[in-house]
């Protein structure tokens, strides 16, 4: 294993680095290093290019932003990105350039980017009626609703439309509260359920969290096999929930919700056994399981369509935005018609939640994933790019962890593998070089050190090589 060390002392040791690469570079790189002295990773080809840009610079567009927008937004790299056009797992920026996009706009565009046949239902729809309001029948809202139940295990058949996963999980937590008369819920440190009153009650992290009043939320232990204090043992983690309930409430409480793999907060898979020994110690308790699959929903997974599927758990209740869309705001919450009965006891109303051009989008998407096949490329496509990952990190002390499923991978940089030291300039430096280098990555998790990598569904092996081997690359320099 090539030893982590800084960039100042690492001049000397490239061509060493470029003869080790041979072994976990892909066949193409193995090729372009066999033939040339020097190496440099090479982008898919693609059959698209896109018009001329001919509106305003990067800068002009920064200088608007600061001047008419909220301070609290920020951007991208140490040079931010004038993303302008897209086509499927691909951006381009205002040059023209081309970037392999393994963000996916936050875990959002599933079947692709300007993906045809959605785009052609969002056109198709707004040519017809964009919007009205769902006091007066149409049939996109009600045909939408059909697909999504039909996609839910169970007695899971109700469907509320809303426009985020925030609003989605807000809605989630008051319909548990009504459902049982009880205040409290459990949420998990580490977790992201949104940045409304009630959600960021459930969210975990602090740099999320602003100092406003947050009640009835109470926070468990993380089963982080990563960084937890029971590694990958998830029934002594669930012990924790069982002592918050009997410590921390009047012994009932209203629910419990977690996702499958935390997103935000680095690409975090709970630990096998912990969703079981909790969804059955909140039953005894008389709370209701609320499944967050915002990110890890929509075939995301690869080996199932829902995140939580892979816990072998049925909730009862799952609130789902992001690749829903695939970037149409759009978000949902399913449950069962008789928990789904506690909102009309007075009124509940949405004014864009089953709008008919997001509603036709969605639709649309779930057609997508099915005819393409997406759920099982990203299940290949993920195995082999995690397995691609997992090499590398037998080749660098600076990766600490390769985790997630599917097309929903994280990987955490540290400085010492030991004591798990976050590599917080590391991963910038390595962030900022692959988009140098044509790839674009997200970040996350509480210290900022984890690549979260959650590209459009539509990935394959070859653009899963060329991160790799960009990666590899940068790397070998540092």
Not at 109 to 121: K, Q, R
Not at 187 to 208: D, V
Request: contains cysteine; charged residues 20%; glycine residues 10%.
């Amino acid at each position: 294993m090539q030893r982590f060390i800084p960039v100042r002392r690492l001049l000397s040791e490239i061509k060493y680095s470029l003869r080790r690469q041979r072994r976990f570079l892909s066949q193409v790189a193995q090729s372009e290093v066999d033939n040339n002295d020097g190496f440099v990773p090479k982008m898919p080809s693609f059959d698209y290019s896109p018009p001329p840009y001919t509106g305003p610079s990067a800068d002009e567009i920064l200088s608007k932003r600061k001047e008419y927008l909220s301070p609290a937004m920020f951007t991208l790299y140490s040079k931010p990105l004038n993303i302008v056009d897209g086509r499927m797992q691909y951006l381009f920026d205002d040059k023209g350039r081309r970037y392999v996009d393994a963000f996916g706009g936050i875990a959002t565009v599933c079947c692709g980017h300007c993906h045809p046949d959605v785009v052609e239902a969002i056109v198709n729809q707004t040519k017809r009626l964009q919007h009205s309001t769902i006091l007066y029948l149409n049939h996109a809202i009600a045909d939408f609703a059909e697909a999504l139940a039909n996609k839910l295990p169970g007695n899971l058949k109700v469907v509320f439309l809303t426009n985020s996963g925030t609003e989605a999980n807000e809605l989630a937590m008051m319909m548990a509260r009504l459902y049982t008369g009880c205040h409290d819920i459990i949420s998990l440190r580490n977790a992201y359920h949104g940045n409304a009153a009630g959600t960021m009650g459930a969210t975990a992290q602090s740099n999320w969290k602003f100092n406003v009043i947050q009640s009835g939320v109470h926070h468990a232990v993380n089963p982080d096999p990563y960084r937890g204090v029971f590694g990958s043992d998830g029934e002594k983690y669930a012990r924790d929930v069982q002592d918050l309930i009997q410590f921390g409430t009047s012994g009932n409480i209203a629910g419990f919700i977690s996702e499958a793999i935390q997103g935000v907060g680095g690409i975090i898979e709970l630990a096998p056994g912990y969703m079981p020994a909790v969804y059955s110690t909140i039953k005894k308790a008389g709370g209701l399981c609320i499944a967050d699959e915002v990110q890890a929903g929509f075939a995301r997974t690869g080996s199932h369509f829902w995140g939580f599927e892979n816990h072998g758990v049925v909730p009862d209740i799952v609130t789902m935005a992001k690749g829903i869309g695939n970037g149409i705001p759009l978000g949902a919450v399913v449950t069962t018609p008789e928990i789904a009965t506690v909102l009309t006891c007075r009124s509940y109303f949405n004014t864009f939640g089953g709008n008919p051009v997001c509603t036709a989008a969605g639709l649309a998407v779930l057609k997508v994933i099915e005819k393409e096949k997406l759920q099982e490329n990203a299940f290949v496509v993920g195995t082999y790019l995690k397995e691609r990952l997992t090499a590398l990190k037998d080749k660098y002390d600076l990766i600490g962890d390769v985790r997630g499923r599917g097309l929903m991978l994280g990987v955490e940089l540290v400085t010492d593998q030991e004591l798990k030291t976050p590599a917080k300039l590391e991963t910038l430096h390595v962030m900022d070089q692959l988009k140098e280098t044509g790839v674009l990555v997200g970040k996350g998790g509480i210290y900022g050190n984890v690549f979260r990598i959650t590209p459009p569904l539509c990935f394959t092996k070859e653009d899963a090589d060329f991160l790799v081997d960009a990666m590899d690359y940068i790397m070998a320099k540092m």
